[in-house]
Nanobody
Framework: QVQLVESGGGSVQAGGSLRLSCQAS????????MGWYRQVPGKQRELVTT???????NYADSVKGRFTISRDNAKNTAYLQMTSLRPEDTAVYYC?????????WGQGTLVTVSS
């Protein structure tokens, strides 16, 4: 059973930075596509970024140039470095793992950006 544990959320002023971490249990992490999604109450969950097992990345237009996804397969951990944060980045951020037909979500971590 794969589980994802996120950490690193919190409150920051606009223009600040935060780094989120997502640690996975099990042995399939290095073969998986890892992603970060976010959700604001009353809105659909949206894709922020993904990284393949080969390190290929994809970003939503709204975060390009400000957010960076990375992974450390030796630590079974994915990261989301967020810089130049804006109030509209406020959301619950969820880590996601995809491997073949398996999809796993983390519990979510709240990021609040104040103006």
């Amino acid at each position: 059973q794969v589980q994802l544990v996120e950490s690193g959320g919190g409150s920051v002023q606009a223009g600040g930075s935060l780094r989120l971490s997502c640690q996975a249990s099990g042995s399939i992490f290095s073969f998986s596509i890892m992603g970060w999604y976010r959700q604001v109450p009353g809105k659909q969950r949206e894709l922020v970024t993904t990284i393949t097992s080969y390190g290929n990345t994809n970003y939503a237009d709204s975060v390009k140039g400000r957010f960076t996804i990375s992974r450390d397969n030796a630590k079974n951990t994915a990261y989301l470095q967020m810089t130049s944060l804006r109030p509209e980045d406020t959301a619950v951020y969820y880590c996601n793992l995809k491997y073949r037909t398996l999809e796993v979500w983390g519990q979510g971590t709240l990021v609040t950006v104040s103006s």
